[in-house]
């Protein structure tokens, strides 16, 4: 079989990208990025998607870090969907299927100049990879392991116009759907998908030996080997898209007022998760990877107390993630070329419906789906371009 330029290109770079990270030192990274000194920081992903008959969110309170006795005001341009008091809303239409950009501002009394953010809206055909054959990998921590999100996706996913589809994986909990498996274990970071391993049980669903280490090094030594995964779990057939969503147990115990500690610890999980993209690009090179922004946690300091009393707290948590939306959407933004993609899993979230009274972090029914559909309609978009490519063939 011929090699595409572009598949030796992507080969060569991520067996670069491999021996880098395996080579960076262990210390903290002399250089970090001091966030800005603003009264609010807007953040916004390049693009938000949205299927036709399927509701999408803007959260104001998910996109904006604010001191805690500050009352932004919100106005949105955009030509499709509905601005309210929280949110901008749509629920789009086949008329609606292309690109409309989506200009927001946040501003107070008391901060003098509004800050300005901007994205795009990607309205996907309702149909878009109808003819297609895929599997899916659906890889993280609680928020995965719960399967609510995953059954959501298999819920869209059975929906006529959509692929024959099938989820890899070998963690299958009680709360999964009969179609639905993944790789999700509570507590995980990148870091463990990388490096955990036992030999004594080192069998599927058992979290304290990743699914992804197996003892293929030199001498039988444990070592990160996505290749060996796939043949001996997914019967060889590499997944044409995997999902991420992890960084809430990375980054939870950073001090927001400590920005130094705080970048340092967020380069960390950074340097990890190429490791994880990259490994998985070396033994599925046309893998598309979709990696889902941190999740906000609940609006309630409640929440927060019942969970942690006042060890973590809200507005710390609040604070971190914000500054890892930053740094994650710097970090993994313009990489599409090397088939790394942002998922805004942030957005669509409800901080206040999505989530029960008393869990800071793990949403409820609502919020999983929301979650769910945040994915869906990444996917939709990658299968709508998939359709394109080919019909330009």
């Known amino acids: 079989m011929k090699t595409h330029p572009w598949l030796s290109l992507r080969r060569l770079f991520v067996g670069l990208c491999l021996g880098f990270v ?67 809303t749509l629920t789009a239409t086949t008329a609606q299927v292309g690109r409309h950009p989506l200009a927001i501002r946040a501003s107070q009394a008391s901060a003098g100049v509004p800050e300005h953010a901007q994205t795009v809206v990607h309205v996907v055909p309702p149909n878009a990879g109808k003819e297609q054959d895929i599997a899916l990998l659906l890889v993280g921590d609680s928020l995965t392991h719960a399967s609510a999100y995953p059954n959501e996706m298999a819920r869209l996913l059975a929906l006529p116009g959509n692929p024959k589809w099938r989820m890899l994986g070998t963690h299958r909990p009680a709360s999964a759907a009969t179609n639905v498996a993944h790789e999700g274990y509570g507590g995980w970071t990148w870091s463990r998908f990388n490096t955990l391993f036992n030999p004594e049980r080192p069998m599927p669903g058992y979290t304290n030996s990743s699914p992804f280490v197996a003892a293929t090094g030199p001498q039988g030594k444990p070592q990160l080997d996505v290749a060996n995964y796939i043949a001996k779990h997914c019967g060889g057939r590499a997944p044409d898209f995997v999902t991420f969503l992890l960084g809430i147990n990375d980054c939870f115990r950073l001090k927001a007022d400590d920005p130094a500690a705080l970048d340092a610890g967020i380069t960390q999980m950074l340097q990890q998760a190429d490791l994880l993209l990259a490994a998985f690009h070396q033994a599925a090179p046309r893998a598309e990877l979709g990696v889902g922004l941190t999740t906000p946690g609940n609006i309630r300091d409640a ?9 973590y707290t809200r507005a710390n948590w609040r604070a971190v993630q914000h500054r890892l939306v930053e740094r994650q959407l710097a970090h993994f933004g313009g990489r599409e070329a090397e088939g790394i993609f942002i998922v805004p899993t942030e957005l669509n979230l409800d901080i206040v419906g999505g989530y029960p009274d008393n869990n800071a972090v793990h949403p409820n029914a609502t919020g999983y789906q929301q979650i769910g559909t945040s994915f869906y309609s990444w996917l939709k978009w990658r299968l709508a371009e998939r359709d394109r490519m080919k019909a330009a063939r």
């Open 22 to 88: 395996a080579s960076l030192p262990a210390q903290t990274p002399k250089a970090v990025i001091t966030p800005p000194a603003r009264g609010l920081r807007l953040t916004l992903p390049p693009t938000v998607y949205a299927v036709p008959g399927v509701p999408m969110n803007l959260h104001f309170a998910n996109v904006v870090l604010a001191k805690p006795e500050a009352t932004p005001a919100f106005a949105v341009e955009c030509g499709i969907g509905q601005t309210l008091s929280n949110r901008w």
């Open 303 to 311: 929440a927060f107390v019942a969970n942690y009393k006042q060890q």
